[in-house]
């Protein structure tokens, strides 16, 4: 399946975005789709992630109380909305996809090689 995200930019600390990822199919309910992101100079990091067959979502600790995913499962996409936007959150952000059988999963959800479908990723610029 392909991704394809939108919605990054640039914005001034403290203020909002919202990112979209649409799917190109139907995506199964045993998959769990996020967000993860990769600032210059560092490694990809899971962001927030949602497991489609019960909205249960995972969040790194960076984010919760900021960033919130949700789903519209009758559209095929995730969003992330991000609010209190910080310096620090400057990253390509990218949804990616893996297929679960019961959940994104409590120790698993941050692995990168477990997602098997990822989008192109967009810029978000936070100064």
Known sequence: VQLVESGGGSVQAGG????????????????????????PGKGREAVAVIYKGDDKAWYTASVKGRFTISQDNA???VYLQM???????TAMFTCAAQGRATGC???????????????????????
């Open 16 to 39: 909002s975005l919202s990112l979209s990822c649409t799917a190109s199919k139907f995506i199964d309910a045993r998959v769990c789709m996020g967000w993860f992101r990769q600032a």
């Open 75 to 77: 559209k095929n996409m």
């Open 83 to 89: 609010n209190n936007l910080d310096p620090e959150d």
């Open 105 to 127: 999963g409590r120790y698993s959800w941050r692995r990168v090689a477990d997602y098997s479908s990822w989008g192109q990723g967009t810029q978000v610029t936070v100064s």
